[in-house]
């Protein structure tokens, strides 16, 4: 068959017009096998809040526990590499001088400077992570959670440099030799991503509350909307005194500290 | 062109083909197709020998089929897929795939080795002889997450009573 330039030209027109129509409008004979037939929904067990964030109660915090750390990092595969180089921590324990180093001051009791202060990411409102991640792996979900999704992590780091907090840690190795028990229940990592905390995402897609908010013996974990006036964290922080970790940053930090 | 020179370019052009062509003589022409095992307990038990989608779809598809789980339940929340017909699945490899699929190696990787493919899917999500080797707790153990239903044992049947009305 004799085409001209001119017929391969106006077949070319035709065919970008037709990638053009979207697959729904397409009568079904047309529709490529995948469109319109199979979808996803949401568990209708999920917790489901407007703004998540934490309220951690100092007073009510023991130096001799840790059990919100091994249950948080038992439910999440958090590997244990030995070494404070290479460590990753979801969540960990800190002294309160090194939590609030702007708090300190001579006449602070050294009881109280050298006080437990549970550390973890703060799923910052304005998260300086989310805004230097390249590929998109890290993201901020409508209701506040600081994600990463691990597919696209490149292991560039930029978000540990960008994290006020160090909320965040690098898997130098292969992460799996180094967890004591794999929990099959989620994923380990693999080498070269970066982890941190979740907020417990997949326990609250099942509609249960963090693994450190339901093993803290003392009730010092307070988890909730910080949008609906009569949450839990709410009313935690209600009358009290509040501390944000690096509120002067602007960063916007959603776990709030009672003293 | 004088016909000596032709039969020097057919000469070489049979070598290249020839050559082009070592993967097939390498591999055999008529290799027989993987063999899958089908026959796990959890596959033996259930009420229809049906895979979240149609068996053809799912050995074209499942690649494409787990993307689509991986980005809807990651970064969307949406963690339930409805399938074609309409069974309500947990949208997560290792908690669906392999609660059927139990031994990779002898479902898996039986294509993959045979494609030459090696997907990083096993460097994070957890397959049984992880489970085996290396862990002892399961969620069941722990009593928690024993509601958790393995497929296909759908969610549908579990949430008809407690599901409003609305879109899906």
Same mark, same amino acid.
């Given at each position: 068959m004799h085409s001209s330039r001119r017929d391969f030209l106006k077949l070319?027109?035709?065919?970008?017009?037709? *990638? *053009?129509?979207?697959?729904?409008?397409?009568?079904?004979?047309?529709?490529? *096998?995948w469109a319109g037939a199979p979808g996803f929904r949401p568990d209708v067990r999920a917790l489901k809040a407007a703004r998540w964030g934490m309220v951690i109660d100092l007073a009510k915090c023991r130096p001799d526990c840790t059990d919100c750390i091994a249950a948080c990092h038992a439910a999440h595969n958090v590997p244990a590499f030995g070494n404070p180089k290479d460590e990753i921590a979801w969540i960990r324990r800190e002294t309160f001088g090194r939590i609030f180093p702007a708090q300190v001051h001579r006449h602070l009791e050294p009881r109280r400077q050298a006080g437990p202060v549970i550390a973890l990411c703060n799923h910052c409102a304005n998260p300086p992570c989310v805004r230097v991640c390249p590929t998109g792996a890290t993201f901020r979900r409508p209701d506040g959670i600081v994600m990463m999704d691990y597919h696209r992590c490149i292991g560039c780091r930029f978000c540990i440099a960008a994290c006020p907090y160090g909320a965040r840690g690098m898997n130098y190795r292969d992460p799996r030799p180094f967890i004591r028990r794999i929990d099959p229940g989620f994923p380990?990592?693999?080498?070269?991503?970066?982890?941190?905390?979740?907020?417990?995402?997949?326990?609250? *897609?099942?509609?249960?509350?963090p693994a450190c908010v339901a093993a803290c013996p003392y009730g010092a974990l307070t988890f909730g909307d910080l949008e609906a006036p009569d949450s839990a964290v709410r009313r935690a922080i209600a009358g009290r005194t509040v501390l944000r970790r690096k509120p002067e940053l602007g960063t916007e930090p959603q776990v709030y500290y009672t003293l | 062109?004088?016909?000596?020179?032709?039969?020097?370019?057919?000469?070489?052009?049979?070598?290249? #083909?020839? #050559?082009?062509?070592?993967?097939?003589?390498?591999?055999?022409?008529?290799?027989?197709?993987?063999? $899958?095992? #089908?026959?796990?307990?959890?596959i033996r038990q259930l009420p229809e020998r049906r895979c979240v989608e149609a068996t053809a779809f799912m050995r074209a598809n499942h690649m494409t089929l787990l993307a689509d789980w991986r980005d809807a339940s990651t970064r969307d929340g949406r963690r339930i897929y409805v399938a074609r017909d309409g069974r309500e699945i947990e949208a997560s490899l290792s908690q669906t795939c $392999?609660?059927?699929?139990?031994?990779?190696?002898?479902?898996?990787?039986?294509?993959?080795?045979?494609?030459?493919?090696?997907?990083?899917?096993?460097?994070?999500?957890?397959?049984p002889e992880d489970r085996r080797e290396s862990a002892t707790v399961t969620h069941?153990?722990?009593?928690?997450?024993?509601?958790?239903?393995?497929?296909?044992?759908?969610?549908?049947?579990?949430?008809?009573?407690?599901?409003?009305?609305?879109?899906?």
């Open positions: 070319t027109g035709i065919a970008l017009i037709g *990638a *053009a129509v979207p697959d729904a409008l397409l009568p079904a004979g047309l529709a490529p *096998a380990t990592r693999t080498r070269g991503v970066v982890e941190k905390c979740n907020f417990c995402v997949e326990r609250l *897609a099942v509609g249960k509350p | 062109m004088k016909g000596t020179d032709r039969w020097k370019i057919f000469a070489g052009l049979f070598v290249f #083909l020839a #050559l082009a062509a070592l993967p097939f003589w390498y591999g055999g022409w008529d290799r027989p197709a993987p063999v $899958l095992d #089908l026959d796990t307990p959890a $392999l609660r059927c699929h139990t031994d990779k190696t002898r479902f898996c990787d039986r294509c993959h080795d045979d494609a030459g493919v090696s997907p990083t899917c096993w460097d994070c999500h957890v397959v069941r153990q722990r009593g928690e997450g024993g509601d958790v239903s393995p497929f296909p044992v759908d969610v549908a049947a579990r949430e008809k009573e407690s599901r409003g009305p609305g879109p899906r």
